[in-house]
């Protein structure tokens, strides 16, 4: 009887034990994940089934195993999520995401034709770049930005204070934020190209058979 249950009933994958209890009007979205906190537990979702995150998308876009890395650390900072869990995600969606990187040059369609209609040439270069090379663009861009400090201060001196205002290090900033605007409009850009439907409202692609992560975590203090 056991036997026969255990065929019935499959095995839910790790990163989808919390899809059911997720509640997607409650959660604010970026270009990585939605997420919301009750109080008592942070809850995320990367995501939604068939729609993947732009920033999700551009790191996942060729296997390369510095950009997995710096995904799942990205993902570690809104809330921690087990290895188990990213893995089985990975392993899911890897065939997907494989299939956009592989879209031969015929399919892309007219920079004309184009969503976003813009007279910066810019646009003209992206359909045409290869997928290994808007994944470095987006994904270096996006370090730059988030790149998140190693150190943990209680409590920060009025001097510290002052130099981290330091208008260098505040332009260094806005430079690296408005460039990663950029790579996110280029990423965009690049798989509408290719005949896929993007959301830049919400900024999610259309990528039927994606399957989201789920994941809740205790809230933090």
Request: net charge negative; with cysteine.
């Amino acid at each position: 009887m056991l036997d026969r249950l255990l065929h019935i009933v499959p095995a839910v994958a790790p990163h989808r034990h919390r899809a059911s209890a997720f509640e997607f009007d409650r959660a604010s979205l970026d270009a990585l994940c939605y997420s919301y906190n009750d109080g008592d537990f942070s809850y995320l979702a990367v995501g939604r089934d068939d729609w993947a995150p732009l920033a999700v998308a551009g790191f996942s876009l060729v296997s390369q195993p510095q950009c997995r890395t710096w995904l799942n650390e990205n993902l570690r900072s809104r809330v921690w999520v087990g290895t188990d869990a990213l893995e089985s995600w990975h392993a899911e969606n890897r065939p997907v995401f494989a299939k956009v990187g592989a879209r031969p040059d015929r399919q892309f369609v007219s920079p004309m034709n184009l969503a976003m209609a813009t007279d910066i040439r810019e646009m003209d270069q992206v359909p045409f770049l290869e997928a290994s090379e808007i994944a470095e663009l987006f994904a270096l861009a996006w370090q730059r930005a988030r790149v998140a400090s190693p150190f943990f201060f209680l409590a920060n001196s009025a001097q510290y204070a002052a130099l981290l205002d330091h208008h260098a290090l505040r332009f260094a900033s806005e430079a690296n934020e408005h460039a990663l605007e950029r790579a996110i409009d280029w990423l965009a850009t690049w798989f509408e190209a290719r005949g896929l439907a993007v959301d830049r409202k919400r900024l999610l692609i259309n990528l039927p058979g994606y399957r989201a992560l789920f994941h809740r975590a205790p809230a933090p203090l």
